[in-house]
């Protein structure tokens, strides 16, 4: 069934999620770069020429923006671009053509930044939302206010952010943003909070907004209806922030797990356990993981496997994911609900790094990536909930069963400074203590995390690859790195060279064949 005609090339379609409003922007003149768009609701189609609100022919609908609608429908978004026009082609080839660049040296961004990012200037657009009730637009967006869409939320209220004051500065220090809450039928925008290194997490009614303060490493709850912020970890005694950052900047925090599904309580995670707050009652903050974690040292993730849900249901079973700070392996475990009343319980323990984790739709078959460093990833499955039938059904890179990768090994010792310091020792296969073996030391920050990780042997253009010197008889030897403000070059010293004398008292090294490799930043502390 034709609907209705037009002439040009389709750029761009959206789809409500009732299927049954659709829009298309289409690309009438690609000389003087005319875009219409036209609305499908039901079978009826209405076409806009000009978008709106704007009516100056200078402008016209984004071509490089997909439109997106509410939930409900009854608005949607597109973007608005100014047009630009192809000029007439010149006779000259391009290598005759001159070229020029004209910087400044207050420019915001450098010109080498300026250059990188010019195709994305080019396809710079403003984000409109159309009321498709009233057929009212306003647009949301300007030269330094940007809006970020989530099709999860209500959509009424969209969080946006405002860098443009801080981008010279994060040519030397870190990015720092203004966070806003914009109201998408009136464009009217409210501060969160300036000079942010971190996102907000709007809840699913768009009334809530949860911020991490880095300078006071505190979780804030901002509410739209009242237009403020109040803290709600600084009396905790648990740190929320980063205690293994150690880099001249301000701590990041441990991960916001998500919203429940009313906009009653949001989850965020300590080092090791997840945390519940509620939002309009005075009950204080849970630990839903009944400190588990911690007494496990194992970090975890709460895993919400239904796409299509708004958040997490209170009364709803979870799988998460556990990783062993002790032995770097992942484990699922079980958590009947979230409700702070039962304790996870261990289901499966992969002794291994799992990859990834999904469940079909209708939430009956659990898929796990498993993966080991001699072992390629393979697909694990279950059907039942606390998976006793799991079993593994792939049988992927057999070529890898051909090769000899040796072994992994994790190993500890400390720094000149006391630091307990960890790192990881790759020996080849059938590895002698009676030879001595040539070997290859290379760092990066941390790695130690990587025990289990699988890497295919291939040529790398900046790092070495550990199987291919590991089964061509060398020793690998990859240690941690903890700095000390100031002293990048020393502490990456202190810990290489201490971490070097433990290998050569504990593995049979040819000290008369070690080699140092290290790129970039490694780079850097290997010329110290």
């Known amino acids: 069934e034709i609907i209705t005609k037009s002439k040009g090339k389709c750029s761009q379609i959206g789809v409500a999620d009732n299927s049954n409003i659709a829009a298309f922007i289409i690309q009438n003149d690609s000389i003087k770069d005319l875009s219409s768009m036209i609305v499908i609701d039901n079978r009826k189609a209405k076409t806009f020429s000009t978008p709106l609100p704007v009516s100056d022919t200078n402008y016209t609908f984004s071509k490089f923006r997909k ?25 000259l080839l391009k290598d005759e053509m001159a070229t020029l660049d004209i910087w400044h040296w207050n420019d915001n961004r450098i010109m080498p930044q300026q250059l990188k990012e010019l195709n994305g200037d080019k396809k710079k657009s403003w984000l409109v939302c159309l009321n498709l009730v009233d057929s009212t637009a306003v647009c949301l967006e300007n030269d330094t206010l940007k809006v970020s869409f989530d099709n999860k939320n209500s959509n009424l209220y969209l969080t946006a952010k405002n860098e443009n004051n801080y981008l010279k500065q994060s040519s030397w220090d870190e990015g720092f943003t ?46 739209v209806e009242k237009n ?36 009653d309580f949001f989850l965020i995670r300590d080092q090791y356990d997840i945390w519940k707050f509620h939002i309009r009652d005075d009950s204080e903050p849970l630990m839903i993981t009944k400190g588990v974690g911690r007494s496990e040292q194992v970090s975890f993730s709460l895993k919400q496997f239904n796409q299509r849900a708004f958040g997490f249901s209170e ?11 002790a032995t770097k392996t992942d484990a699922i475990w079980f958590l009947r609900d979230i409700t702070g009343k039962r304790s996870p319980e261990i289901l499966f323990d992969s002794k291994c790094e799992i990859t990834s984790s999904l469940k079909n739709e209708n939430h009956q078959t659990l898929v ?91 040529p790398s253009r900046s790092i070495i690859n550990v199987p291919w010197f590991v089964s061509n008889g060398y020793i690998v030897f990859i240690p941690d790195i903890r700095y000390k403000t100031g002293f990048p070059g020393q502490s990456a010293y202190d810990c290489v060279m201490s971490g070097l004398d433990h290998i050569i008292r504990n593995y049979s090294i040819d000290t008369l064949n070690i080699g140092l490799q290290g790129h970039s930043w490694g780079g850097y502390q290997i010329g110290y």
């Not at 009364?315 to 700070?325: F, H, K, P, R, V």
Request: proline content about 6%; hydrophobic content about 30%; glycine content about 6%.
């Open 315 to 325: 009364s709803s079973s979870y799988y998460l994911e556990g990783t062993s700070y």
């Open 67 to 91: 439109p997106l609608f509410s939930k409900d429908g009854n608005r949607l978004f597109y973007g608005i671009a100014i047009r630009s026009p192809q000029t007439k082609p010149d006779s």
């Open 368 to 458: 796990l990536g498993i993966q080991d460093y001699s072992k390629a990833p393979q697909l694990w499955v279950s059907t039942k909930e606390k998976l006793s039938d799991l079993r593994q059904i792939s049988r992927a890179n057999e070529l890898a069963d051909s090769i000899a990768w040796g072994s992994a090994h994790l190993i500890q010792w400390k720094s000149p400074l006391g630091f307990n310091l960890e790192g990881l020792v790759y020996l080849p296969e059938n590895y002698d203590s009676t030879k001595r073996y040539p070997t290859i030391l290379y760092f990066y920050e941390r790695n130690s995390q990587y025990l289990h990780t699988f890497y295919t042997p291939r």
């Open 178 to 223: 203004d966070l806003y809450i914009i109201n998408s039928l009136t464009g009217k925008s409210q501060l969160v909070t300036k000079r942010s290194n971190s996102r907000q997490y709007l809840s699913p009614n768009g009334l809530w907004s949860v911020w991490f303060n880095p300078y006071d490493s505190t979780w804030n709850l901002f509410s």
């Open 228 to 263: 403020r912020s109040i803290c709600l970890t600084r009396k905790l005694k648990t740190a929320f922030y980063d205690l293994d950052q150690d880099t001249p900047e301000l701590a990041s925090s441990y991960p916001f797990i998500g919203w429940g599904e009313k906009s």
